[in-house]
């Protein structure tokens, strides 16, 4: 199944399955929520069993939002392509790098990301993620899964300067509505990494990351048991797995996007996000002060 | 006003004002919830004018649990006591070391910290934390302490050797129920950190670290103002200021819990937390199997 998240024109969103050209409107408001009910296959089949052609709507006549627009936990993997740490002469790490996002630094896969212009170095990282189906701890890889509902595509947009003011990487990867998700969650029956399927990302057209979804040091079953030997996961919980080579920071000289720049991120048989970068000025967010002058001269 | 959060025997968690040696119920799962109607107060007032003796509980019959049950985010400062950065011979950061912790680490002030057998390395770190009362973005300092709804004391229980596997933390400040929250949130008209309050961590009876919460690099306001930068802060969630000297990490040789441990995290005015380290066998929380014997031989 290939399942999305719409966006009415009130704002509400709605998890929708995408069949051919058209889709079938679903009782949750996102692919997370809708997930969440543990007989949530049985109802999208009786839904379609039952719909009337006059039940569907047309792709595209709504704008998409982020696949799953509140999950408990998002869970980020550094460091994970093996062509990519070979080129940087890293060994192969023992254990994954892991680090937290909120769930609001999630964005639609065609919304703007905007972003405060106190953010400078902004770069792109093209990301195969996976959506938790059922709750887990302490399972192991072939347990864990059976415990992937799907898997869907995350362009874990960067702010490098902040990401690099301390050791930790969160201030970094924080900015809110950054991190654009989707366009489709597509259930692990019908897709699995392992296939290799190839990762690309461009920025106005001109590709600058490829990768190949079994190339990973940690596969996604991997993630999901490492994960849980520490926390318990939930229907609807993200984990972003990481980026290929080819990020902007690592450039030589390091290129990070400007006003206008269009990143794209494909997954095949997943599909792409499509995101163009727009600053806005630090008074859009703030009352400026002395204080707040100070960080933004930095 | 000193907020708390009870357990009843149903499990189910609300709300509480404490006044002298009784609880007044509150209309509300916990202190997170109840802060999130914004005439809060207002109701508080009321509901204690309009009680009656019968209206109140004893304190100490029911368990407390996390004053704040699920927050939005939590984020977490380290490195921000100036003592313990001069004893370190480190010097004194420009930018706070930010990271973040999920709401299901979170657990009651006297809750047995119950840890599965694979983590070896377990720590203290005593905190004071602070609840965000109103939704913030891109504040100033001044603006940030209208924000900041009260404080509170946290034990950030920290798995060293999962923290240090990778250089991101997240893996050893993410283990479920770790992380002791309370006993009460005081209000911010009726605290404040810059009077320098003690705060104070025993492990068995004996003082393992001593501070004072005016020694703050970046005081409660700083941080507010800081994260407001990246990311949107709504009624509470929840920011840990750091931990002063005298970590178990710190000592020559390293000094780690074990089974049965005691620890006390008391900050003047706020109050105590009483946490005591149950290990359980890793049985506990899976099924065996040849994969995961690998983590558990790490």
Known sequence: MR????????NRTQAVLATDSRW???PATDVGELI?????RGTV???????SADDYLEQGTLPLASVVTSPRKIVC????????IREMGRPEPEYPTLFAKFADTLA???????????ARQVDWEAEL??????TC?????AQARDHIAGYTAANDISVRDWQRRTPQWLQGKAFDATTPLGPAMVTADEIDPADGLPITCTVNGEQVQIGFTDDLVFDPAHLVSYISQFTTLAPGDVILTGTPGGVGAAAVPPRYLSEGDTITVDIERIGRLRNSIRFLPHDAYITRDKELAAYVEH
Chains 1, 2 share one sequence.
Not at 129 to 134: E, K, M, N, P, S
């Open 3 to 10: 399942l999305q998240t719409i966006r009415h024109a009130d």
């Open 24 to 26: 079938l409107p679903l």
């Open 36 to 40: 969440r009910h543990t007989e949530w």
């Open 45 to 51: 089949t009786d839904i379609r069993r039952t719909a």
């Open 77 to 84: 993997c550094g460091h994970n392509y093996r062509a990519h």
């Open 108 to 118: 639609g896969p065609h919304d703007d990301i905007e972003l405060p212009d106190i």
């Open 129 to 134: 993620a996976l959506v938790i189906g059922t």
């Open 137 to 141: 701890r302490a399972v192991t890889s």
